[in-house]
């Protein structure tokens, strides 16, 4: 370069140049979702490729790439739900992992127990998390639920108490449609495999019932029946055997608790018999004495009855009493 100075001589001047080119930096990384990156005054957190200019130590641009891959991982699920009420197994199978880097790794409800098994059993109902992480790292928390069945209720009464004789309904209350019925014992039951049977039982006895919905789900029940066994039996002690319609006949009164009455003997009061019948039903007048003896009716006076009965419960006792008949 040629410099004229002021005296008008011309100088000479050398200046060496250096030019430096842009500086290009590529960089590749990969981040969990969620997770960002600072580049420059810009930042980053989807997958894509992003580039900006920077300024390097000398004042010279610095162009910077950023390929970026964000994992945003899912999965497809296979749920089966528990078939009863507080049953533990449902189950999840993982069809398909996707979103991230393999190889994948699963854990259900918490994170300290990571594997590659991609089926999950014996679950209860209710709202679980799957978790998953890929081969980078990265976790995601996926929610699912299995359905909890209906919890199935059957109410019986604890206790109930009826006479020797007697019978009563049982009615239990559920809240599902019944697929099976058992009662257990059947003895003294009109039915054995209906919700509602009639019992009639001879001793005290406890009643158990399984009932089952359409999936086999049992639901269960008892209830004791206390049988008192006072033995009611009555018998007049005064008849008017005179044809009037009204007291004319001489039986033994009783409720359930009496089978048949086997013999009923009367005698006079110089012990000759009067009376005798056998199998008598009781309640039932017509079938006892009728206060005639050898076709001809008896003078008033006052008679003695004995009385052999069997109760439904197999037992027999006698009873005896005094008749005083009136015309």
Not at 93 to 120: C, D, H, K, R
Not at 164 to 181: A, K, M, T
Request: glycine share 10%; with cysteine.
């Amino acid at each position: 370069m040629l410099q004229t100075w002021q005296g008008g001589c011309d100088s000479t001047v050398t200046t060496a140049l250096t030019v430096f080119s842009a500086y290009l930096q590529a960089l590749e990384l990969h981040l969990c979702e969620g997770e960002t990156y600072l580049l420059g005054n810009h930042e980053y957190g989807q997958t894509g490729i992003f580039s900006d200019t920077l300024q390097a130590t000398r004042g010279c641009d610095s162009i910077v790439q950023l390929t970026l891959t964000v994992s945003v991982l899912d999965a497809s699920l296979s749920t089966v739900s528990p078939i009863c009420f507080g049953d533990e197994n449902g189950s999840l199978t993982v069809t398909q992992a996707m979103g991230g880097i393999e190889p994948y790794i699963f854990s259900i409800n918490v994170t300290a127990y990571f594997s590659p098994n991609t089926l999950f059993p014996n679950l209860p109902g209710g709202a679980h998390i799957l978790w998953v992480e890929d081969g980078e790292g990265c976790r995601k928390a996926l929610p699912f639920s299995l359905d909890e069945p209906l919890e199935l209720q059957l109410s019986l009464p604890e206790i109930l108490q009826i006479e020797l004789g007697d019978s009563v309904q049982l009615s239990p209350e559920i809240n599902f449609f019944p697929d099976s019925i058992t009662w257990s014992p059947v003895e003294g039951l009109d039915c054995a495999d209906c919700l509602e049977p009639v019992a009639r039982p001879l001793e005290t006895t406890t009643y158990h019932l399984w009932v089952q919905d359409e999936n086999g789900c049992p639901a269960v029940g008892q209830i004791q029946i206390i049988v008192r066994k006072e033995r009611k039996i009555y018998a007049p002690n005064v008849f008017s055997p005179n044809g009037d319609g009204s007291n004319d006949g001489f039986t033994m009164f009783a409720d359930g608790s009496v089978k048949v009455i086997r013999s009923l003997r009367i005698f006079n009061r110089w012990g000759g018999q009067v009376f005798e019948g056998g199998y008598l039903t009781p309640n039932e007048p017509s079938q006892g004495w009728d206060g005639m003896h050898q076709g001809k009716p008896v003078n008033p006076g006052v008679f003695v009855w004995f009385a052999e009965v069997e109760f439904v419960d197999g037992k027999v006792e006698v009873f005896k009493g005094d008749l005083t008949v009136v015309r």
